[in-house]
């Protein structure tokens, strides 16, 4: 067990040097590594599994993190479906579970392995639940950015734990009625999701135990975060809210 123990350490401090801060939350089974990598891409890692969320911003951005073997994708944006950053890194051993208008996308040799799921689908993926999230603008309209059900926002449960990460959304009823959500990560860029304010308003109705602040790179630059975590501390509910750094060179 010491050993097991040392060895996450040491992977720790050798991502910490390459990518910056790297948090590690417990669970029933294993710890899960968060990797924040930039904008709304991160790598989660869990016993002997990697996940990269939205790979993008080429392949330099991985170098040092052993290569997926899941690739969760959100929708058909370039910051979300990036395939030149796909091409770049090492997909060999990876399955994609992704939306329907992203599988199209993909070259005939990644859809082989992908899974195409919808919102409100459940798959289980090396004891690991994905359940796939509704992620869109408000109001409804046919002519939005996002338009509803083509985009996933996802729930992970990974040893007990439940992650949510949003992808692209507005302040939309589906995610303040999370229940139970231990990290969540939650986007705030305008105009293309939700402003701090909406933001902070939500993560305080569903309550995460953790929650980052991330795809927060919008037409004005990047959102004031701190005034997101001063507006979640304020309410005195017991939300951690950890601020990283999602855009360094």
Same mark, same amino acid.
């Given at each position: 067990?010491?050993? +097991? *123990? ?7 401090? @050798? *991502? ?6 790297? $948090? =590690? +939350?417990?669970?029933?089974? /294993? @710890? ?17 599994? =990697? +996940?990269?969320? $939205? ?8 170098? &040092? ?10 929708? +058909?944006?370039? $910051? ?13 051993? @990876? ?5 329907? @208008? #992203? ?23 090396? %004891? ?11 109001? %409804? ?9 083509? &985009? ?15 992808? $692209? ?41 953790? #929650? ?7 037409? /004005? ?29």
């Amino acid at each position: 067990m010491k050993y +097991i *123990l040392l060895s996450i350490l040491i992977f720790d401090l @050798a *991502l910490t040097a390459v990518h910056g801060q790297v $948090d =590690t +939350i417990s669970t029933e089974n /294993g @710890a899960i590594s968060i990797q924040p990598i930039l904008h709304g891409t991160l790598v989660l890692t869990w016993n002997n599994q =990697t +996940i990269y969320v $939205d790979p993008y911003g080429g392949g330099e951005k991985f170098e &040092g993190l052993e290569p997926p073997t899941l690739i969760l994708i959100t929708d +058909i944006h370039g $910051d979300h479906l990036n395939q030149k950053t796909l091409d770049e890194i090492n997909t060999g051993r @990876a399955t994609f579970i992704v939306p329907q @208008a #992203v599988m199209k996308k993909l070259p005939q040799s990644m859809q082989k392995r992908t899974m195409a799921i919808e919102n409100g689908q459940t798959v289980v993926f090396q %004891e690991m639940e994905i359940l796939a999230m509704p992620m869109y603008n408000l109001p %409804e309209s046919s002519d939005s950015r996002h338009t509803k059900g083509r &985009g996933n926002g996802y729930v992970l449960t990974i040893g007990g734990k439940r992650i949510y990460i949003s992808g $692209d959304t507005e302040d939309i009823p589906e995610m303040r009625s999370l229940k139970g959500i231990d990290v969540a990560f939650v986007c705030m860029n305008l105009p293309y999701t939700m402003d701090v304010d909406q933001a902070a308003s939500a993560v305080i109705e569903f309550k995460p135990s953790i #929650v980052y602040p991330y795809h927060y790179r919008g037409k /004005g630059g990047l959102s004031d975060v701190e005034s997101f975590k001063n507006q979640v501390d304020a309410a005195g509910i017991p939300i951690e809210v950890r601020l990283r750094d999602w855009y360094s060179n």
